[in-house]
């Protein structure tokens, strides 16, 4: 649309007219912007590198645990064959994409469209295989069962994690008794400080900033986290703010929030395909790619779900 004209005077821009004025096309492209994924950060992905195709299995081998007996002076000793089951650990989904540029358009065009929608769909597919993962029941319900519902804690069934039908409600209060009670749940099971994660929903990354670690001398830093606008690091757990985690509509909007130690959960992907083909129907290329992926709790004990909404 052109500047308003005043009356009697030629519209130049008018269609139908001779156009004296050209429309411009901008030579950059907006910015886009993406849900921020962190799958690769909360798993453990040590046997992705053997994975070729869809249907690949991957044998996870486990440690046995020894018996341990008491002993006695002169008693015949009793001896035992370690053994323990390998986990599987399937390949056994994939998501694909696919793109078509006729030869007219490219030459016609000011900018590399191949490029720019292959590097939308790298990142459109990590958004979809995350999705996936959180809403999937297998990784919500999975872990072990003292890590979840209203009596958390494999010791002392003290921790209420929330339940259908009775979500913990979190607020700034609350929210940083939280994230120490979901500590304490793997501390029960001897779950590993370091490498500690915990997946929360922005909401809620909100309200710890409203909590009293506002007060920088709580957080031992310089600036307090309302200032610098970073998590980070709370009790033990490394803090990923996301806007994939699974929710369901129960007592309100509740959330699944998933905390835990890397060798809980493990998550295998290949890009296995990636090729640029004439395409046989036109003029032009297509450009097309394949990721085959799987997940599996492998350590349920080292992962735990927050049942929670606002």
């Given amino acids: 649309m052109g500047m308003p004209v005043a009356p009697g005077h030629p519209d130049y821009t008018a269609a139908g007219t001779s156009d004296f004025i050209p429309e411009v096309w901008s030579g950059k492209m907006q910015v886009k912007f993406y849900d921020f ?34 002993y006695v002076v002169g008693q015949k000793l009793n001896y035992e064959r370690p053994h323990s089951p390998s986990l599987i650990l399937s390949i056994d989904k994939g998501k694909y994409w696919g793109i078509e540029l006729n030869d007219v358009m ?16 790298a990142n459109q597919l990590k958004i979809k295989v995350e999705s996936a993962f959180f809403a999937d029941p297998a990784v919500n319900a999975g872990c072990h069962a003292s890590n979840k519902g209203a009596a958390a804690g494999v010791k002392s069934t003290s921790y209420n994690m929330g339940a259908p039908g009775a979500p913990v409600q979190v607020t700034k209060a609350n929210v940083l008794d939280m994230l120490v009670d979901s500590g304490s749940v793997l501390d029960e099971q ?3 400080e370091e490498g500690r994660w915990f997946a929360i929903p922005t909401w809620m990354a909100g309200l710890i900033k409203k909590s009293d670690l506002k007060d920088a001398s709580l957080t031992g830093d310089g600036k307090s986290i309302l200032r610098n606008g970073r998590i980070g690091m709370i009790d033990r757990f490394t803090l990923y703010a996301s806007n994939l985690l699974f929710s369901t509509v129960d007592v309100g909007t509740c959330y699944f929030s998933l905390f835990g130690h890397r060798a809980g959960l493990s998550f295998a992907s290949q890009i296995t395909e ?23 709790a492998t350590k349920p004990e080292a992962y735990g779900v927050l049942y929670c909404k606002k």
């Fill in 190 to 192: 001897n779950v590993p």
């Fill in 37 to 70: 994924t962190c799958i690769t950060q909360i798993t453990n992905t040590d046997w992705e590198g053997e994975i070729k195709k869809m249907g690949d299995t991957v044998n996870i081998r486990t440690i046995p645990s020894i018996t341990i007996n008491d």
């Fill in 106 to 121: 490219r030459v016609q065009s000011d900018l590399p469209l191949l490029d720019k929608w292959t590097d939308d769909a």
């Fill in 274 to 296: 990636t090729e640029k083909l004439r395409n046989p129907y036109d003029f032009g290329d297509i450009v097309r790619g394949l990721k085959v992926y799987g997940y599996k």
